[in-house]
């Protein structure tokens, strides 16, 4: 039976070719992953040398309803976007600890749900605060959503700024880019059943 719920894309700013290099193949692909019940961001960018390139971003939502249809949606979102986009590499926020423990509970799962889609394409991912993910794209980890989308908008070069979710997505995959990639490489991760070992 087929679910009403359906992954939207919401600001969506698809692929732009002439934004690629025309020579050689772009050295990583990195899709971020901000998780959120309600709206799940996504951002993928190509990182070539020092240099970052935009690729796509967007939001999956999820409209009220059962909670397990929700989830579904992220999954099936997630994967979709995995599937079309090919990155090498994830990185997620991590959950903060809310003032309401329910709010906290909903939005593990909303996380929980984008992660078995990442575990599941056996992509290696690494996660990220919130205060890392600032402090790597705004220069202080106490930044506004302003800020952040601003930011993003300059580093990648866009024309606009993205959604705030999206702007949320594309900063994680900047920090990792900035950050993480050298953790991979110089660790000699390499990945177990989902997990980096």
Do not use: W
Request: glycine share 10%; proline share 5%.
């Amino acid at each position: 039976m087929r679910s009403k719920f359906r992954a939207q894309r919401v600001n969506p700013m698809i692929e732009n070719p002439s934004r690629l290099t025309s020579h050689a193949s772009p050295n990583i692909r990195i899709l971020g992953i901000d998780p959120g019940l309600r709206v799940t961001g996504f951002g993928i960018l190509d990182k070539s040398g020092e240099k970052l390139n935009y690729v796509a971003s967007g939001c999956i939502k999820t409209s009220g309803g059962e909670l397990a249809l929700r989830l579904k949606i992220i999954l099936d979102g997630v994967n979709e976007v995995i599937a079309r986009y090919q990155p090498q590499q994830v990185a997620v926020e991590k959950v903060f600890v809310n003032v309401n423990p329910q709010s906290t509970l909903l939005l593990g799962e909303a996380r929980g749900a984008a992660i078995c889609a990442v575990v599941g394409c056996d992509l290696p991912m690494l996660e990220y605060t919130a205060l890392q993910v600032k402090q790597a794209v705004v220069g202080k980890g106490h930044a506004k959503k302003e800020q952040v989308q601003e930011m993003v908008r300059r580093l990648l070069r866009l024309p606009g700024n993205p959604s705030p979710d999206a702007a949320d997505a594309l900063a994680c995959a900047i920090c990792h880019a900035h950050a993480g990639l050298g953790r991979l490489a110089i660790s000699g991760l390499r990945m177990k059943r989902g997990r980096l070992v």
